[in-house]
């Protein structure tokens, strides 16, 4: 099987080309297009076979390459006489790491006690990718995230949105939200960043608010406040 052209973009159109030759009846040989194992039929690129001068056929396919292409075989079958014989190709797609958008939040400002949602939009991408959400440094559990299932946009790859749904208490606020991406195939690693700011109540609760005071003086105790890190290895290795 050809490919024209031989090294596609996502969006391109493509011609796929198989010459089928031997000792037979043209007219005896059936011949069948696959994409996977799933038959392509004429309207889905699948172009009616020519009968060559030379007594060869010629069936070509028509596709547009996209992100559901990546990694895929597409099949040429010819039967004759019982007898199937089978050729594969498989594209050569380049692999895309994703973009991602800046979290976006329900409602705008999070109130301590009531559920907020936490959106990415994850755009751009082949397979495959894995995304994690984090509080600080711990992670959230796999049932507070919800992840779509990805859809080819508008530049022919692969579109989806992860959401995180938890309920913010008073010792959440000004924590730092975490949506961390990687991309299998390039191990490129992003990650999109948001500070938790609440509204609505108090942003400690009593109990921890008690806790600011020492059980002498009743002075406030200053709370814990960290510098930068600082390497002090000159040329670390």
Known sequence: ??????DPHYGQSVTLRCQVTGDC??????????????PLEKGEGAEKRITEKDGSVSCSLQITATALDYGRS????????????????????PDKAP????ITVRPERPVS??????????????PDIREKWYKDFSTFPRDAVTTSDPE???DFLFTRSTSLRFIPQGSDHEALLRCEV??????KFQEQKYKLLLSGGTSTSAEEHRSLYTQDSGHVKSPVKLRGIRCLTETPR
């Open 74 to 93: 597409y099949s040429c079958t010819v039967t004759h006489k019982g007898r199937t014989l089978r050729k594969n190709h498989y594209l050569q797609l």
């Open 152 to 154: 080819i946009g508008q």
């Open 182 to 187: 990687t991309h299998t195939s390039t191990k």
């Open 1 to 6: 099987i050809t490919s024209d052209p031989r």
């Open 25 to 38: 009846d043209p007219r005896d040989v059936a011949v069948k297009w696959l994409k996977g194992e799933k």
């Open 99 to 102: 973009t991602l958008s800046a």
């Open 113 to 126: 006690g009531k559920e907020a949602v936490f959106t990415v939009t994850i755009s751009g991408f082949t």
